[in-house]
């Protein structure tokens, strides 16, 4: 059981350039998100979805794109990347949160340096 | 939204000494979680509480519900449990898991 997976684990990117981080969980879970950790500010929602097909926005979405076409993937996109979008991102997968008793997993986290 | 504050920011201590973390919430949640992150970046989950009390091992946590916050009790501090420690909560029907700032725990030997 790999848990929840996350590629790639550091990137370098120039300012306008695009990417996409790829995050698999093979858990069976619903619910996938995608958080950004900077120093100081604790982990903050991007994105989230709640089943294939459905996604909605967390507290900072601004510059990223997710789509949910399968349940066990969620990538995350950055369209054209800035210096702002340098952190660590991770995701994350859980069987639902409005659920009495379902935890969250995290993967690994990816570290993105936009120069 | 909800908001989520932890107390205190930074916390060292030598090991074998005991530990209180608190979180405070502004409005009633459905889930509560508590989470290490070790120094290497990796976040565990510890606990899953939205009420009531838990144990496992030397850590511990309650929450009271009622009057909004949780504490993460840590007995015997080992070095392995230095890292930053976060409190996140979801509201009633909401999927958003709302982070605090975390406690930043170092265990000197």
């Known amino acids: 059981n790999a848990g929840v997976t996350q590629t790639p684990k550091f990137q370098v990117l120039k300012t306008g350039q695009s990417m996409t981080l790829q995050c698999a969980q093979d858990?069976?879970?619903?619910?996938m998100s995608w958080y950004r950790q900077d120093p100081g500010m604790g982990l903050r929602l991007i994105h989230y979805s709640v089943g294939a097909g459905i996604t909605d926005q967390g507290e900072v979405p601004n510059g990223y794109n997710v789509s949910r076409s399968t349940t066990e993937d969620f990538p995350l996109r950055l369209l054209s990347a800035a210096p702002s979008q340098t952190s660590v991102y991770f995701c994350?997968?859980?069987?639902?949160?409005?659920?009495?008793?379902?935890?969250?997993?995290f993967g690994e986290g990816s570290w993105l340096t936009v120069v | 939204g909800i908001q989520v504050e932890q107390s205190p920011p930074d916390l060292i201590l030598q090991e074998g000494a005991n530990s209180t973390l608190r979180c405070n919430f502004s409005?009633?949640?459905?889930?509560l979680q508590w989470f290490h992150q070790n120094p290497w970046g990796q976040l565990i989950n510890l606990f899953y509480?939205?009420?009531g009390t838990k144990q496992n091992g030397r850590l511990s946590a309650t929450t009271v519900a009622t009057e909004r916050y949780s504490l993460l009790y840590i007995s015997s501090s080992q070095t392995t449990d230095s890292g930053v420690y976060f409190c996140?909560?979801?509201?009633?029907?909401?999927?958003?898991?709302?982070f605090g700032k975390g406690t930043k725990l170092t265990v000197n030997p």
């Open positions: 994350a997968s859980s069987s639902g949160l409005r659920l009495s008793g379902n935890t969250i997993y």
């Open positions: 858990m069976n879970h619903e619910y």
């Open positions: 996140a909560v979801a509201q009633g029907g909401s999927e958003k898991l709302v």
């Open positions: 509480i939205p009420s």
């Open positions: 409005d009633s949640v459905n889930n």
